[in-house]
C-alpha cells in the first residue's frame, strides 16, 4: 500500500526540532534567526503532495518485501523529507528567477512580507539541513558518504539543468533559435529526472545496502527514461488539459518555455507557421490572451494532440520493455519501477 501524506509529514516536526536545537542550542542564535528559518522550513517544505519523499518509503518496502519497523519508518521518512528539502530550495530560487507569484496555492516565499531577497539566503538555509540531518541519523550507516554524494551530485545536475534552462531561455528576450529537442531533453534530464525519480530510489538502494553498479544503472537506465515521460505530460497538460481538472491555468505559453510541445512545432512548421511562432510566442504584454490563442490554434491546426498521444503510447510501450529487462538477482525489483509508473501513466494533473 503507497505511503500516506499524513503519516510521512507527523515526522516532520521531530526534524524542526532536531533543526532547532542545531541553532539555537549547539550554535546559541538569537531566538529570532531560528523563527526565521522555521516559518522559512514550513512555508516552503510543508503543503506539496511530497511524491518524491513518499516514493522513499514505498521504494525501500517495496525492496524489503515487507512493512517497515517504527524505526525503519522514521529513518525512510527523514531521506524522504531530505528530498523535499531539497526540493523546497530549488522552487524558492526557481520562483525569483522566473518572478512567480504563487506556489502551492500561496505567495511564493520571496513575496511573502518582509521577506523579499532574504530569500536567496534562505534558499540554500533549506540545503544545508539535509546534511544536518543526514549526520545526525545516518553518520553510523554504511553507506553515509555514498548518501552524501549522491545528493551532492543530485544537486548540481538540477543547478546545471536551471543554468541550461535560463541560458536557453533568457528573461529578457525571446529566441525561438535557442530552441531544439536535444537542448530540451538536457534541461529536463538535469532539472527533472534526476532530482524528481533517480534520487528517491538511489537512496533506498543505499539505505538497504542494495546499491550494487548494476542497480543503480538500472535503475537510472529506467528513471531518467520515466522522468522524460512525466515532463513531457507536464507539458502536454499544460496546453491541453481542463484547468478545472489540472487546478491551475498552464502558462507555457506566455512564459517562453522550452516546452515539448513548442519544439514540436519548431519541427513540423511551414514558414507562415514559423512567423505565427516568433510574433506570439512568449509574449506577456496587454494582448497575452490573444497572443496564447493563436499560439493554441497552431497547435491544433498541426495536430500535436495527437502527436502526443501517438508519443505516450510508444513511450509507456518502451518503458515497460526496460522494466521486464531488469536483473533482479542483486536485491533489485521490478515492481520498483511498476509503481512509479504506475503513478504516472494517464495523471490528468
Request: net charge negative.
Amino acid at each position: 500500500m503507497p505511503a500516506s501524506l499524513k503519516k510521512f509529514e507527523a515526522v516532520f516536526p521531530a526534524l524542526v526540532e532536531d533543526l532547532r536545537k542545531q541553532c539555537c542550542e549547539q550554535y546559541q542564535l538569537p531566538i529570532e534567526v531560528w523563527q526565521w528559518f522555521e516559518k522559512s522550513l514550513v512555508h516552503n517544505t510543508m503543503g506539496g503532495k511530497c511524491n518524491r519523499g513518499l516514493s522513499v518509503i514505498d521504494t525501500i518496502q517495496l525492496l524489503l518485501g515487507r512493512d517497515l519497523t517504527k524505526e525503519e519508518y522514521f529513518q525512510s521518512a527523514t531521506l524522504g523529507w531530505m528530498i523535499e528539502l531539497l526540493q523546497g530550495m530549488m522552487l524558492v530560487l526557481d520562483d525569483i528567477m522566473d518572478v512567480s507569484e504563487t506556489r502551492r496555492g500561496q505567495p511564493c516565499w520571496y513575496r511573502m512580507p518582509e521577506v523579499g531577497m532574504t530569500a536567496v539566503n534562505d534558499g540554500p538555509m533549506l540545503e544545508s539541513a539535509i546534511y544536518v540531518l543526514l549526520r545526525k541519523y545516518f553518520r553510523n550507516h554504511p553507506a553515509y558518504i555514498d548518501m552524501l554524494e549522491l545528493i551532492h551530485e543530485v544537486t548540481l545536475q538540477v543547478e546545471l539543468g536551471q543554468c541550461c534552462d535560463m541560458l536557453t531561455v533568457p528573461s529578457d528576450q525571446v529566441n525561438l533559435d535557442n530552441f531544439n529537442l536535444e537542448r530540451y531533453t538536457q534541461i529536463m534530464t538535469y532539472k527533472t529526472s534526476y532530482y524528481s525519480f533517480y534520487l528517491s530510489v538511489a537512496l533506498s538502494l543505499l539505505y538497504t545496502s542494495r546499491a550494487t553498479p548494476l542497480n543503480l544503472s538500472q535503475a537510472k537506465d529506467i528513471l531518467t527514461s520515466m522522468g522524460e515521460y512525466f515532463q513531457i505530460q507536464d507539458d502536454y497538460l499544460d496546453n491541453f488539459a481542463d484547468p478545472m481538472v489540472l487546478g491551475k491555468i498552464g502558462t507555457d505559453i506566455q512564459d517562453n518555455k522550452c516546452s515539448w510541445l513548442v519544439n514540436q512545432a519548431l519541427k513540423r512548421c511551414t514558414p507562415e507557421q514559423r512567423k505565427v511562432l516568433e510574433e506570439n510566442y512568449g509574449r506577456k504584454h496587454s494582448k497575452v490572451e490573444e497572443y496564447v490563442t493563436k499560439i493554441k490554434e497552431l497547435y491544433d491546426q498541426m495536430g500535436l494532440e495527437r502527436a502526443y498521444l501517438e508519443y505516450d503510447e510508444r513511450k509507456v510501450v518502451e518503458i515497460r520493455s526496460r522494466i521486464e529487462e531488469v536483473d533482479e538477482s542483486q536485491g533489485l525489483k521490478k515492481n520498483v519501477f511498476e509503481e512509479f509508473l504506475k503513478k504516472i501513466y494517464k495523471r490528468s494533473k
